[in-house]
């Protein structure tokens, strides 16, 4: 509810389609750099080079990480949200209930 409001949507939007452009130069430029890596270490036969290549290429960006915890906390505030609705669905009953015994 609160992220699919118009003031909110607009904003989210554009901040994950940034952290989804981000994610993938990213991981271009981790690629081609372990492609560079493995070139060298076969043209110098070098085995700590091939060893920097293959954990650089194993390794999980930290960008990934962020993006985690982004996505994990969006989850929670719609936890939040739905949890806010379904307590103000039980007061405007209760208020509805307590308006009728009165008139």
């Given amino acids: 509810e609160i992220i699919s409001s118009p ?40 085995k700590t080079l091939a060893s920097l290549a293959s954990s650089l290429a194993t390794a999980a960006p930290a960008f990934d990480k962020i993006i985690g915890m982004i996505e994990t906390l969006i989850g929670k505030l719609k936890e939040e949200a739905a949890a806010e609705a379904d307590h103000k669905a039980w007061c405007d009953e209760q208020l509805k209930a307590n308006k009728l015994k009165r008139n």
């Fill in 7 to 46: 003031e909110v949507s607009g904003s989210y939007s554009e901040h994950i389609n940034f952290l989804q452009v981000a994610r993938s130069i990213h991981r271009s430029a981790k690629d081609q750099a372990v492609v560079l890596l493995q070139r060298r270490a076969a043209a110098l036969g070098s």
